[in-house]
């Protein structure tokens, strides 16, 4: 252990130096927020697992459109010619 300031889980992993120069608050916030988008990760997949326990069906067959690459959506590829047109033009 390493006192009162060992946190657990916190081995130091942060290859992309995203909490670099932060505040100790401003780290201890961006932690707590990849705390809870793991829990509501955890749920989600709880929530396929309910879903094909409940259908008999997989997930990827009752759900498609959340399988498909947005590319592949009807009016996908002109959406993005609108949003970037202006990028394009500049």
């Known amino acids: 252990q390493r006192g009162d300031e060992f946190l657990p889980g916190d081995f130091g992993f942060d290859p992309l130096q ?7 608050a401003a780290s201890f916030k961006i932690q ?3 705390v809870d988008h793991g829990r ?23 759900t498609p459109e ?3 690459p947005f590319i592949a959506w009807p009016g996908a590829l002109s959406a993005m010619d609108a949003m970037f047109s202006v ?4």
């Open 66 to 68: 959340l399988f498909e």
């Open 87 to 90: 990028a394009s033009s500049a």
């Open 32 to 34: 707590q927020q990849e």
């Open 40 to 62: 509501v990760a955890m749920l989600a997949v709880t929530a396929y697992v309910l879903e094909e326990a409940a259908t008999g069906a997989p997930i990827t067959e009752t």
């Open 18 to 24: 995203i909490l670099r120069g932060s505040s100790a």
